[in-house]
């Protein structure tokens, strides 16, 4: 471990009881991964193994029944603005303007307008929402929701960013439009990133690393280091002649991961 590892998980085991049914769930079992302040990590892993659960004892909503979660040498407490979390499905007030739900939690806090409404701009400009302000969310496309989402997320400058399959429900055109978008947005503001996805172009095309989960119980079976130079345009990423080979290797450890999950069902 270094001095610059922002999230260290160690030895984590998670389980979860449910005593009036009399049964456990190890949801997690021996999970170490360690991620570097400006990384961008990525998540994989069959259906069930874990994942969303890692992210939850990271953002404080869950702890762990064994092992450490620590972010920058703390152990994590309750959930906290230092770390922006972004949902697969957009979790926003419909009612509310874009620019109320993305200053929902500063207004909350209490801070000067003077402080977050600046902040609040540029991040409607780097998300391409300019015009949109004052629009309701419930008008708002599914992309263009996720893109308030992502804004909402960063506004208070977290240290972290824990996203949970965001572009996961969004058509393949407003996906890679979206994936292009946290690249740019990302590489000005230097955020750590943990990613979950199901998507392995995703994940290479995003990522620094991929860390690929086992079957439930999850811990982390391979960690591949992701070789492509920064910024990335994904039209060089999937023509990169070691793009093939990687995506077959993924694959066949996670299909690896997904038949041993039927055996032991
Ligand atoms: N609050 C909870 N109470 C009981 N069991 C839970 C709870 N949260 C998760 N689990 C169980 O823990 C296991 C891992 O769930 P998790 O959602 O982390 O998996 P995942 O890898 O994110 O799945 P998917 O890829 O399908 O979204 C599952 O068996 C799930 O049923």
């Known amino acids: 471990m270094t001095a610059s590892q922002r999230i260290v998980i160690e030895n984590v085991e998670k389980r979860f009881e449910d005593k009036r049914a009399r049964r456990a769930t190890v949801a997690l079992e021996g999970l170490s991964l360690s991620v570097a302040e400006g990384e961008f990590v990525c998540l994989l892993g069959p259906s069930g193994c874990g994942k969303s659960t890692v992210l939850d004892l990271l953002a404080g909503f869950e702890r762990p029944t064994r092992g450490s979660v620590t972010i920058d040498g703390k152990p994590v407490g309750r959930p906290s603005p230092d770390r922006g979390i972004v949902f697969q499905e957009a979790t926003l007030f419909p009612w ?18 003077a402080e977050y409404r600046p902040r609040a701009q540029e991040l409607i400009e780097m998300m391409g929402l300019r015009g949109f302000e004052n629009h309701a969310v419930y008008e708002l496309s599914g992309g263009m929701r996720q893109r308030v989402s992502i804004a909402r997320a960063w506004i208070s400058q977290p240290l972290l960013l824990l996203m949970d399959e965001p572009f996961g429900a969004l058509d393949a055109q407003t996906r890679l439009a979206m ?10 503001r230097r955020s750590t990133v943990l ?16 860390a690929i989960m086992s079957h439930r119980p999850g811990h982390i079976v391979e960690e591949i280091v992701v070789p492509y130079p920064r910024p990335r345009a994904y039209q060089d990423i999937i023509a990169a002649p070691s793009f093939g080979e990687l995506k077959r290797s993924i694959l066949a450890t996670l299909r690896e991961q997904v038949a041993r999950t039927r055996i032991e069902a």
């Open 96 to 113: 509310l303007s874009v620019i109320d739900n993305i200053t929902f939690a500063s207004r909350l806090s209490g801070l000067p307008v």
């Open 195 to 210: 990613f979950v996805t199901h998507d392995i172009e995703e994940a290479l095309f995003l990522s620094d690393r991929i």
């Open 179 to 188: 994936q292009e978008l946290l690249l740019t947005a990302r590489e000005r």
